[in-house]
Nanobody
Framework: QVQVVESGGGLVQAGRSLRLSCAAS????????MNWYRQAPGKQRELVATITSGGSTNYADSVKGRFTISTDNAKNTVYLQMNNLKPEDTAVYYCNANIHTIRAMNALFWGQGTQVTVSS
């Protein structure tokens, strides 16, 4: 079985930085892509950033230039460096991993979420 666990959320003031981590563990043949989503109260979950196995990245317009997604392939871990945080970044951040497992070539796994709160 594969598990995906996020960490690194917290409460910060606007303009400060946080780094989120997401580690995948279990029987993993390879990781196809890893994504960060977020969901603010009363809003739909939105895709924030994506990184593929080839290193290609993509960002939501609202975070371009402020957030950076990266991976440590040896650790099956993805990071989200969030700089110049704004109150509107407040949300629960979820990691989503597309993984080649023993059962499927493109299996999706979600983490439990980590709260990020940005005060003004």
């Amino acid at each position: 079985q594969v598990q995906v666990v996020e960490s690194g959320g917290g409460l910060v003031q606007a303009g400060r930085s946080l780094r989120l981590s997401c580690a995948a563990s279990g029987i993993i043949y390879s990781i196809n892509a890893m994504n960060w989503y977020r969901q603010a109260p009363g809003k739909q979950r939105e895709l924030v950033a994506t990184i593929t196995s080839g290193g290609s990245t993509n960002y939501a317009d609202s975070v371009k230039g402020r957030f950076t997604i990266s991976t440590d392939n040896a650790k099956n871990t993805v990071y989200l460096q969030m700089n110049n945080l704004k109150p509107e970044d407040t949300a629960v951040y979820y990691c989503n991993a597309n993984i080649h497992t023993i059962r499927a070539m493109n299996a999706l796994f979600w983490g439990q979420g980590t709260q990020v709160t940005v005060s003004s």
